[in-house]
């Protein structure tokens, strides 16, 4: 039976008829592994996401975690998920092996994780946070560090959290009031809160690991004074046992639409319920330099933007494929041209509608497949290259096409969620059909490591103008060079070709429109705008290299890739055109509105 949780064929695709990622094995770091053990990472992971995670995801949904005052009660099917999942070592898949990780290519790691984020997402969102933390304090965290938290967390016996926003600042962390006092033993006294922390507080693991942006007395103003902290739940003792609890109190859960089975809390740190030593304050352990912890911190940040990206395409595949499931065997009315009543019923997989409403979702989420694989080839690029200037251009094509990987699957692929639910009827709107959970959980994903709007800001407003436009420009010439195979091979890759050419000969005099106006808030007022629009040219010319690596392979798999590739290009990428008219325009509708005239 096919998994309704992702297609290990399209992987397959993806990593191997594609990425070709087995090449990368010829490279210093990957030299121990083969398509054998990528293979084997991928089936491991499948199983353990399809047996361990997926039978409880609506129970920790419909029981989602309780706080009754003294401690957080979470279903007992979590836990034993996550143990199995530390068994593994997929936690530390894609670590050096000198830390006890498994040192895969990152975006085999990529590829191996999104069968949990399909299968359970909100159980997965423990190791995946988790993951991300260990990864910065390996980047920046002192080799004491290293051995006091982040083995711990890969062999899943501590979780860790980013700690960043607070009731009063929100997004805008140039405003945390979150204070780190200095000791003399070189520690910290952290007082502060912390709100929307994912996985604060639990008894999943014997210790939570904090890593929590405040700000050192007497530093540079805004975001120039921010610095990084490890707070753990529970101070560890010189030989790693555990030592006192830490003054890190749980204030109340926060309540969500979806992810439900992730505790998600505010917390107060400092409150004087616990004061280790007799003195008040959370214990804190400075991370790097002072006032650098906001640089620190985006390396989380980074990573994290790109796995939601992964999460919201994970959810949108998996609702794809229960409404597939579903439309190949509700049977109901009968083709339009038919004119017996008493003729039996067809599925309705058979009417043009649902035809179109699954195509639209398998573009959706094939393409949103395909950008958060891309995005992982390219850090193994950025990492193992043996040629600097490759590792130079891997990194700034990741940096221009993050915002782009975290807020294109969290739109795009939602909406292929909101179709699962119709291609359903009346029973996907019910608890007892699993894309009404789908939806509810995939709808969090827009928020989850900022807004569109942050991310349209951050694309418009500094990725593609940075050090002169070079990110666009590399950008430019990695679709150019896409667009020329393209053109080389002719018939209808040719013709997709000259479309996605136009487009981004569009984007690239749009863009410089933009920034020509002496008017930066007119620019900026229109970056989501130009956010969706760069991001259906960037899936178009992910489909269109789809198209190529098809090629002229015969079968229903690929006859599918044609289709849906066919279907973006001519139902999607002309949705760019109104939008790249508007922004031609520097229009100042929004910017010009008055909070009177609502």
């Known amino acids: 039976m096919r998994s309704l949780l992702l297609s290990r064929r399209d992987l397959d695709f993806l990593l191997y008829e594609w990425l070709d990622v087995e090449t990368l094995t010829k490279r210093q770091r990957y030299a121990e592994h083969s398509r054998d053990t990528f293979d084997a990472a991928l089936e491991l992971s499948e199983q353990v996401a399809t047996k361990h995670f997926a039978p409880h ?16 009660t979470i279903i007992d099917e979590v836990k034993a998920a996550l143990d199995v999942l530390a068994e593994t070592g997929i936690i530390a898949a894609g670590m050096d092996g000198e830390v006890g990780g498994m040192q895969l290519p990152s975006v085999v790691a990529q590829a191996c994780f999104m069968w949990f984020h399909a299968a359970n997402v909100g159980t997965a969102a423990y190791p995946f946070l988790t993951i991300a933390n260990a990864n910065l304090l390996l980047a920046h965290g002192s080799p004491e560090q290293i051995d006091t938290f982040v083995r711990p967390m890969l062999e899943g016996r501590f979780f860790g959290t980013m700690c960043l926003s607070e009731p009063q600042a929100g997004s805008s962390l140039t405003d945390v009031t979150t204070r780190a006092e200095p000791r003399d033993d070189g520690t910290y006294r952290l007082f502060g809160n912390k709100m929307w922390i994912s996985g604060g507080e639990h008894d999943l693991s014997e210790n939570i690991v904090h890593l ?17 902290f490890i707070v753990p739940k529970v101070l560890v003792e010189p030989d790693g046992s555990p030592g006192e609890r830490n003054d890190v109190a749980l204030a109340g859960l926060n309540h969500k639409m979806g992810y439900r089975g992730t505790v998600n809390t ?53 609702g794809y494929l229960h409404a597939l499931d579903y439309a190949r065997t509700r049977p109901q ?24 409403m699954l195509l639209a979702s398998k573009s959706y989420v094939e393409g949103g497949l395909a950008l958060i694989l891309y995005c992982g080839r390219l850090l193994d690029e950025e990492r193992t290259a043996d040629d600097p200037a490759r590792r130079e251009r891997a990194r700034v094509l990741l940096e221009v096409l993050t915002p782009i990987a975290k807020s294109w699957p969290s739109q795009w692929c939602l909406v292929a969620n909101d179709l699962a639910i119709q291609v359903h009827g009346g029973y996907g709107y019910t608890r007892e059909y699993d894309v009404e959970q789908l939806y509810r959980d995939n709808r969090l994903n827009a928020i989850h490591e900022g807004t ?24 430019r010439e ?3 060079s896409c667009v020329e195979r393209a053109t080389a091979a002719g018939g209808e890759a040719a013709e997709h070709a000259a479309q996605l050419r136009s487009a981004v000969d569009r984007v690239a005099a749009v863009t410089r429109t933009l920034w020509s106006v002496d008017d930066v808030e007119a620019t900026l007022a229109n970056a989501s705008i130009y956010l969706e629009a760069v991001g259906h040219v960037v899936v178009a010319w992910l ?21 849906a590739a066919r279907f973006f290009f001519r139902y999607e990428l002309p949705r760019t055109g109104p939008a790249l008219t508007l922004l031609e325009g520097v229009d100042r509708t929004t910017l010009d509105m008055r909070d009177g005239w609502f």
Do not use: C
């Not at 920790?60 to 309780?66: L, T």
């Open 57 to 72: 995801r609506k129970l920790s949904d419909a029981h989602e975690p309780q706080f009754d005052g003294e401690r957080v």
């Open 212 to 228: 929590v942006l405040a700000k050192i007395p007497g530093g540079p103003p805004g975001v120039k004074g921010i610095s990084l």
């Open 266 to 318: 505010l917390l107060n740190f400092g409150e004087g319920r616990a004061t280790p030593g007799g003195e008040p304050g959370a214990v804190g352990y400075l991370v790097g330099e002072p006032h650098q912890g906001l640089a620190y911190m985006f390396h989380m940040m980074n990573e994290a933007r790109v796995g939601v990206g992964a999460g919201a395409t994970a959810l949108g595949y998996a």
């Open 333 to 356: 009315g009968r083709p339009v041209a038919a004119k017996d009543p008493a003729a039996p019923q067809v599925p309705i997989i058979a009417h043009a509608d649902v035809k179109r």
């Open 452 to 475: 569109h709007g942050i991310h349209g800001l951050d694309l418009l407003g500094r990725k593609v103008v940075m050090d002169g436009g070079v990110g666009l420009t590399l950008l």
């Open 478 to 480: 990695e679709i150019g």
């Open 543 to 563: 489909w269109l290299e789809q198209l190529l690596a098809a090629g002229e392979r015969t079968g229903d798999f690929y006859d599918g890739k044609r289709a």
